[in-house]
């Protein structure tokens, strides 16, 4: 590829190197215009103000638009195959996601039409959707399982990730929700048994995951599941993420920091000594999915609280067809700022630099610094501010991987 540089009327970066916390976590945002270079092999070797770009700029304009790292989601639950809207008519009308879980549909759902569908079944479904999310900005991402509800079915769908994850241009990791719900006709106990015994042993062993994750809720699993998982994922060497305090408060994001979990997602009833121990953990982000908080037309999480007691924030948006089918972290970011309260560079940090830390890609991507990969965004607003404040609106002009073009066209800027 030819060695690039890009001009705009600003440019904004998280400053320094993730987790990100507090005041860090404000991205940096130059007055003028700002420019980024990449060389031969799609490495940035420059990202500041555009009068020090080391040579011309030939894609972009010095009065239009905002340059800004790929968006990283760090909390997505593809490969799904299959839509519920009939279910989301359902909850209009008064039923709960609960309710749906107690009924065979919800997660018991998408599992079925998981089994049900061809290899090939699954993945022409996924692509589009990957697609997608680069033309919204999406240059990294995570991929989970949890709809097999059985080793085997785990296991392909772990499998399908790896193979989804292989023919895209973004950059993924996989994680394994082994624990996402209880198996009709199978006692928890068995199933947590199962999982720690021999789905998160043979998965690590085949190298087809990276994470490895668990429900934790009154309809899923307890404390003492999580304690289970955790021990196994220690032991098979994969980082832990948790989904916690998301329909009830459980204790999860304190046992979460406490095991020394990557994550605590969801946290919509994140009790204060929930707060406080992520505020505290050394390692352990919180990340906000507010699209799954507006769909559901759940209470939100005490984000505020959550950035002022010092956690790690991530925004990642919880694709899935079920509690959030929703794609763009635009969107998510703009759910972020007007339902949380957080400020657009703040949340640009959270859903960029820190969910790469979430995924443990933090040496590659997630910031415009020179040696990085060039994972850039050129957004349509004069500031990053007008994409949140836009909501429904793509605001990505063009989005590149590693100095590729991947989606959008530099031309309309
Ligand atoms: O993160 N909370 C559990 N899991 C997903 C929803 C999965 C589904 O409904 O299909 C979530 O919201
Ligand atoms: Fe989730």
Known sequence: MPRTAVIAASLATPATAPP????????????????VAWDDEGALVYAGPAHALP???TVGSPDRGCLVPGFV???????????????????LRGVSYRDLHGSEGGIFR????????SDDEVLAFCRPLVAEMAAHGTTAFELKTGYGL?????????????RLADEIPQSCSITLLGCHAVPKDTDRADWVRAVCDELIPAAAEEHLVDQADIYVEDIAFSLEDLEAVATAAARAGLPLRVHADQLGPSGAAEAAARLGARSADHLNRCSPEGV????????????????????????????RELREAGSILAVATDFNPGTSPVLSMAEAIGMGCTLYGLPPLEALSAATANPAWVLGMEDRLGRLSP?????????????FAQAPYRPG??????AWIGGELVAGDPARA
């Open 393 to 398: 609106h793509n605001p990505v002009v063009a």
């Open 73 to 91: 989601d760090c909390h997505v639950h593809l490969p799904f195959v299959g839509w519920r809207a009939d279910e989301f008519e359902a909850r």
């Open 110 to 117: 998408s599992s079925r039409l998981l089994r049900e569908a």
């Open 371 to 383: 040696g990085l990969r060039a994972d850039v965004l050129l957004l349509d607003g004069q500031t």
């Open 55 to 57: 040579w011309e700029p």
């Open 150 to 162: 059985s080793i085997e079915q785990e296991l392909r769908q772990a499998r399908l990730a790896r």
């Open 276 to 303: 406080a121990a992520l505020g505290d953990a050394f390692a352990t982000a919180a990340v906000l999915l507010p699209a799954s908080t507006f769909f559901l037309r759940a209470g939100a999480p005490p984000a």
């Open 20 to 35: 990100l916390r507090g005041d860090e976590l404000a991205a940096t945002a130059f007055d003028g215009p700002g420019g």
